[in-house]
């Protein structure tokens, strides 16, 4: 069965390091989502991509976050520097067909960030 | 910002008893889909239902939606253990981004 594949599960870091995370979604899904989820709380949708193209990222703090897609497949999502309030599970979903045909999104198992 | 606040905020029931989860959102919506996520996991779709169904079953998942009153409930019938979890509503807008509610904890005990 086919899966959204994150890496890396964990990752502990210092205030102030880069951190990146890696998503590959599924075969042929052209929409790619990233969000943060904090602890107890329900995901928030930082970067939604279409193919190699933003759709929608105003909840994205670009100051410090980039995300990048760059061939509309697999996509990379950096923090730099991290700081403490970025420890939180950075989550990548994948849905087929067009972005406003909001339907069904896949997730992969996420990326677990501490800063410390 | 969450489209979404389910209610209760957590739940404990017993096996073989049913579980009931409501969603109230703020603005008119196109679909509304119920997600489950075991801790520390990614997210599993169980449920969509659109602004123009009333009620949609999948097994032993009940989906209703009322959009006079702007809210959806889920329920799970004759809940198993594995039923553990937290359960997230999540509605959109035309072409606005899907947006997460707070989430239900379900605990069922044995």
């Known amino acids: 069965e086919a899966e959204v594949a994150q890496s890396p599960r964990y990752k502990i870091t210092e205030k102030s390091q880069a951190v990146a995370f890696w998503c590959d979604p599924i075969?042929?899904?052209?929409?790619l989502y990233w969000y943060r989820q904090i602890l107890g709380q329900g995901p928030e949708l930082l970067v939604q991509?279409?193919?190699?193209?933003?759709?929608?990222d105003s909840q994205l703090p670009k100051d410090r976050f980039s995300a990048e897609r760059l061939k509309g497949v697999d996509s990379t999502l950096k923090i730099q520097p991290a700081e403490l309030g970025d420890s939180a599970m950075y989550l990548c979903?994948?849905?087929?067909?067009?972005?406003?045909?909001?339907?069904?999104?896949?997730f992969g198992e996420g990326s677990r960030l501490t800063v410390l | 910002s969450q489209q979404g606040e389910e209610d209760p905020q957590a739940l404990s029931i017993q096996e073989g008893e049913n579980a009931t989860m409501n969603c109230s959102y703020k603005?008119?919506?196109?679909?509304l889909q119920w997600y489950r996520q075991n801790s520390g996991r990614g997210l599993v779709h169980l449920i969509l239902?659109?602004?123009?169904?009333r009620e949609k079953h999948s097994g032993r998942l009940r989906v209703t939606l009322d959009t006079s009153k702007k809210s959806s409930s889920l329920l799970i019938t004759a809940s198993r253990a594995a039923d553990t979890a937290s359960y997230f509503c999540?509605?959109?807008?035309?072409?606005?981004?899907?947006?997460f509610g707070t989430g239900t904890r379900l605990q069922v005990f044995p």
């Open positions: 979903a994948s849905s087929e067909g067009e972005w406003w045909l909001t339907g069904e999104l896949f």
């Open positions: 075969s042929g899904h052209a929409t």
């Open positions: 991509f279409q193919d190699e193209s933003v759709v929608d």
């Open positions: 603005t008119s919506i196109n679909n």
């Open positions: 239902i659109r602004s123009n169904e």
């Open positions: 999540a509605a959109s807008r035309n072409t606005d981004k899907l947006i």
